[in-house]
């Protein structure tokens, strides 16, 4: 042997068919041969022995020159007793496979067949099997973050939903139930004022005293809610209004707190006792609804009949109040009491407003080194003004935003809405309830990214092994070409370059 019959033939895998064909192995027309095979094949399998090797060649990818020479190999065995005394099968199974195994060899066809297989199998079918299985990972990696995601977003949804029914000091448990019994309770907040509301003495004591001994007047009045809740406490606006007890109190309803407001001649800020403005002649100190104190003139509202509709004094002459005849009923807004009824509530944390704000002026006027009103200047002023320090300012101040925190915290504000407007507690209903189908949905949704991932899953597990499976045929199929070139070129050494082997 030379040494030119020893050196390798390098063939690189995307000119292994046009190779074949140059060298004249393969014919130019061999995909009309093959075509013509593949047909036979198709019409051969249509009548197979049962067999488990054959079933899982036919189960496999699409047969070629070499499965068909296995599935030969296999009816040499189950027809066997076909042969005839020559030596020949007469199974007509055996002669249509005998004569796709002539047809294949015939012109070489099934080298350009494997050929072809093999350059599909390295550059397509594997990368393609590949990338499936990288996407499926990472579709199921994504399905898993976007289930994470909605079981976040549910456990949010949900203890939104908690925080804002402890926060009405509800279970949440039938929300319709609930917070119909809470509306129908007395406001727990209303108790916890009026528990506090003596400690307002000090505060408005002050106050008033600052005033009178500023102005030189002593007919100043101011703050006149609380004055009046210190002295009557918390009356139904009924009796804040005339001055009486109610004989009978009806019980409130919501849907008629619009038509009340109109019977009782009040708008949404205040309350309209038919006082003419431009009657107006005496002293008074009340609130501007700003929460800033100023100083108004103003007579004695009275009537014709010399009843004093001021409700700025909390004084009110009985002898001079007309006899009803039948008992005195409180319906409507005159059956709530006064921290109930929004326009007395409002005009009590007004004034709360205006004391704190007066407080707070007082403190810094004392700190400040700009002090206009020296210790000289309270010289003869009352005893309250001239022992009060900033300390005990402070004390008062601190009182005042306690009560305010009471009555304008965020779950009291909600609950008057809700008692002073029915829209309102539905719009609070289905806020409540929207939160927990949020969450139902985002478990729903998680739930659904769950079952791709599994989807994803399973379609990975099918998939996976297909690729060594096919990575070990397609190197069959080239050792195959490699050793049928070889052979027609005295078995010098074939590489097919570019092969299997990158994969």
């Not at 070629?64 to 005394?85: G, P, W």
């Not at 002539?102 to 079918?125: G, P, T």
């Not at 403005?277 to 009275?302: A, M, P």
Request: hydrophobic fraction near 35%; include cysteine; proline fraction near 3%.
């Amino acid at each position: 042997m030379s040494n030119a019959d020893a050196l390798p033939i390098d063939i690189h895998l995307s000119r292994l068919l046009d190779w074949l064909i140059s060298r004249r192995h393969c014919n130019n027309d061999f995909q009309r041969c093959l075509n013509t095979v593949r047909e036979k094949i198709v019409n051969a399998i249509k009548d197979m022995p049962e067999n488990k090797n054959i079933e899982q060649i036919l189960t496999g990818t699409q047969l070629n020159y070499l499965s068909s020479r296995q599935i030969v190999e296999i009816l040499k065995q189950t027809e066997a007793d076909s042969k005839n005394i020559f030596g020949f099968y007469s199974s007509q199974r055996m002669k249509d496979w005998n004569e796709i195994i002539s047809l294949y060899e015939k012109d070489n066809v099934y080298l350009a067949e494997c050929a072809q297989i093999l350059n599909r199998n390295v550059n397509y079918e594997i990368p393609s099997l590949k990338r499936q299985l990288n996407k499926l990972q990472a579709s199921e990696e994504e399905f898993v973050k976007k289930k994470a995601e909605f079981i976040k977003q549910s456990h949010k949804f949900k203890n939104d939903y908690i925080a804002a029914v402890q926060k009405m000091g509800i279970k949440g448990e039938d929300i319709n139930k609930e917070i119909s019994q809470l509306l129908n309770e007395p406001p727990k907040f209303i108790a916890d004022v009026m528990t506090d509301l003596h400690s307002l003495k000090d505060c408005r004591d002050y106050y008033l005293q600052f005033l009178r001994f500023t102005t030189e007047k002593d007919d100043i009045n101011c703050l006149t809610l609380i004055e009046y809740l210190l002295q009557k406490g918390n009356t139904t606006f009924y009796e804040f209004r005339t001055g009486e007890e109610p004989e009978v109190i009806e019980n409130y309803r919501i849907e008629d707190h619009a038509l009340s407001d109109v019977d009782a001649g009040v708008d949404d800020n205040q309350i309209d006792f038919g006082v003419d403005d431009n009657e107006s002649t005496g002293t008074n100190t009340t609130s501007n609804g700003n929460g800033d104190f100023v100083h108004i003139q103003k007579s004695d509202l009275q009537d014709e009949n010399g009843i004093n509709w001021d409700t700025d004094s909390p004084a009110v002459d009985m002898s001079v109040i007309d006899v009803q005849t039948g008992p005195k009923v409180a319906k409507g807004v005159d059956a709530l009491t006064i921290l109930q009824y929004n326009v007395t509530r409002n005009n009590f944390i007004n004034e709360l407003f205006e004391l704190e704000c007066f407080l707070g002026h007082r403190i810094y006027e004392m700190t400040s080194n700009e002090n206009v009103l020296s210790s000289y200047q309270f010289q003869g002023a009352p005893t309250i003004l001239q022992l009060s320090t900033i300390d005990t300012l402070t004390s008062m101040q601190s009182i005042v935003s306690e009560l305010l925190k009471k009555l304008t915290n965020d779950a009291v504000v909600q609950l008057c809405l809700m008692l002073d407007n029915p829209k309102y507690v539905e719009s609070v209903k289905q806020k409540l309830l929207s939160k927990l189908e949020l969450s139902e949905k985002s478990i729903l949704k998680s739930e659904v990214m769950e079952e791709k991932a599994k989807d994803c899953i399973k379609q990975y597990e099918e998939l996976s092994p297909k690729i060594p499976l096919l990575i070990e045929k397609t190197r069959e199929i080239q050792r195959f070409v490699e050793s049928e070139i070889s052979k027609r070129y005295k078995n010098r050494p074939v590489n097919v370059m570019g092969g299997v082997q990158i994969l």
